[in-house]
């Protein structure tokens, strides 16, 4: 049985910084794109972050590049994901998938995920 467990939210002052975990278990962790998606209140999905399966590539939204850095430990069956300099935009439930495949459609990229997690609150305030 196959599960995605995020923990690491929390509240925290614009400027403030926080790491996000994923623990991950009942498939092959190792061979997977995993990828952070978010929804803010009232809004919909936003794709965050995606990083390839031996972690050495690594995809950003325009949101959060520059401020956020994704990372795995394959031996620890992990995601992460360092946010920094937040803001009060960053308010968000996050989530990590796994990330079943990726195609085009016109101009459009669009990902399909197979396995979810349950989500951490992030809330960025003062």
């Known amino acids: 049985q196959w599960q995605l467990v995020e923990s690491g939210g929390g509240l925290v002052q614009p400027g403030g910084s926080l790491r996000l975990s994923c623990a991950a278990s009942?498939?092959?962790?190792?061979?997977?794109?995993m990828t952070w998606v978010r929804q803010a209140p009232g809004k919909g999905l936003e794709w965050v972050s995606d990083?390839?399966?031996?972690?050495?590539?690594?995809w950003y939204a325009d949101s959060v590049k520059g401020r956020s850095t994704i990372s795995r430990d394959n031996a620890k069956n992990t995601l992460y994901l360092q946010m920094n300099s937040l803001k009060p935009e960053d308010t968000a439930v996050y989530y990590c998938?796994?990330?079943?495949?990726?195609?085009?459609?016109?101009?459009?990229?669009?990902?399909?995920?197979?396995?979810w997690g349950q989500g951490t609150q992030v809330t960025v305030s003062s």
């Open positions: 009942g498939f092959t962790f190792s061979s997977s794109v």
């Open positions: 998938a796994k990330k079943l495949e990726g195609f085009y459609s016109g101009s459009y990229y669009f990902e399909v995920y197979d396995y």
């Open positions: 990083i390839n399966s031996g972690g050495g590539m690594t």
